[in-house]
């Protein structure tokens, strides 16, 4: 479980802030343009559009979030060594993206969530990073 000190969510926040800042008065442009469309059939899509993309963002953001909260209290997982030559390339150097994208569909279990063993390998990496 991680520490919930309210100096380092305080500390986390700040950094999301910092490293990835909210575009609120985007969203709020972009939700009164949307808003104020005529109401018809196209425009019902266009604001359910505008609905997700605020809905992506905020998750994006909340994992990020996240993220930096594992790596504050978690650093030893940052550590971990490549397990072969293979794995220590492509951290070096990354993965063809269109790989990655061409492989999507042969992965076994990607839309799980919840898992027992934090240890379990997925995507590249574990579950729990």
Known sequence: MLPLDHQLLEKME???RL???????DLIGLGLIAANLP????????????????DLLAQ???????????????PYILEEKPASDIDGLIQ???????????????????DRVFYSDLSTHRLGGTVAG
């Open 92 to 110: 070096k150097s990354g993965f063809p993206t269109s790989a990655l994208l061409l492989l999507r569909g042969y992965v076994k279990d990607v």
């Open 19 to 25: 490293n990835c800042p909210s575009p609120e008065s």
């Open 60 to 74: 994006a953001r909340w994992h990020l979030g996240h993220a930096l909260l594992i790596m504050e209290t978690q």
């Open 14 to 16: 700040e950094q999301l």
């Open 39 to 54: 109401d018809d059939e196209k425009t019902a899509s266009i604001r359910r559009l505008v609905l997700d993309i605020d």
